[in-house]
Every structure is written in structure tokens, then in C-alpha cells.
């Protein structure tokens, strides 16, 4: 089970630290990543990063957002210079070669103008 946290109200320009936390091992799952979704659109990744820790980032999402891992089956997103468009719920999901992603609970961030 994955549940993402870290979340919450912040002025356009700031930072968040996203936490996802699993419950059990990480390690069956091929890849991490984040995910977003945006007031009227569909969710959209953001970022993943391998089991050997490897991130990789949208081409969009390149310089404001920081995916790591941790050895505690943790995972986070850092995200900087926050703007009113990152407001949005944000999934963590644990994914596999072949198969659905697992996801988490979302965590709300929004982002004041």
C-alpha cells in the first residue's frame, strides 16, 4: 500500500517535499513515479525513477521537480518555484513491467497566486 503525503497550501514560488510511503517492500515494483492531476485535465506523470534509483522526468516537468528514493521505501518529490498551474492532486504508483500500476492515495497541493 502507498500512501502520499506532504501536501498542502503554499504561496506561488515556493517548495513542497512530497513523501510516499509504502507499507511493504518497494523493491517487486520495476519503477516509482509520480503523477499529477490538474484541475480539468487528466492525470499526467511526472517523474519516475528506477530500483536503482535512476530519475527521469517529463520533458515539461524538467527543473522544478526532483524524484528520489530513499532506502526506507520511501519516495519523494521536490518541487520548486511552485505556480498556481501546480495546483493539483499528486499520485504516487508503483509500477511494473507489464500490469496496472499500483497507486496510492493523493495528496491535494495548491498553490496560491
Known amino acids: 500500500q502507498l500512501q502520499a503525503s506532504g501536501g498542502g497550501l503554499v504561496q506561488a514560488g515556493g517548495s513542497l517535499r512530497l513523501s510516499c510511503a509504502a507499507s511493504g517492500s518497494i523493491s517487486g515494483f520495476s519503477a516509482m513515479a509520480w503523477y499529477r492531476q490538474v484541475p480539468g485535465k487528466q492525470r499526467e506523470l511526472v517523474a519516475t525513477i528506477s530500483s536503482a534509483g535512476n530519475p527521469a522526468y517529463v520533458p515539461s516537468m524538467k527543473g522544478r521537480f526532483t524524484i528520489s528514493r530513499d532506502a526506507a521505501n520511501t519516495v519523494y518529490l521536490q518541487i520548486h518555484s511552485l505556480r498556481v498551474e501546480d495546483t493539483g492532486v499528486y499520485y504516487c504508483?508503483?509500477?511494473?513491467?507489464?500490469?496496472?500500476?499500483?497507486w496510492g492515495q493523493g495528496t491535494l497541493v495548491t498553490v496560491s497566486s
Open positions: 504508483a508503483g509500477l511494473l513491467v507489464r500490469g496496472p500500476p499500483t
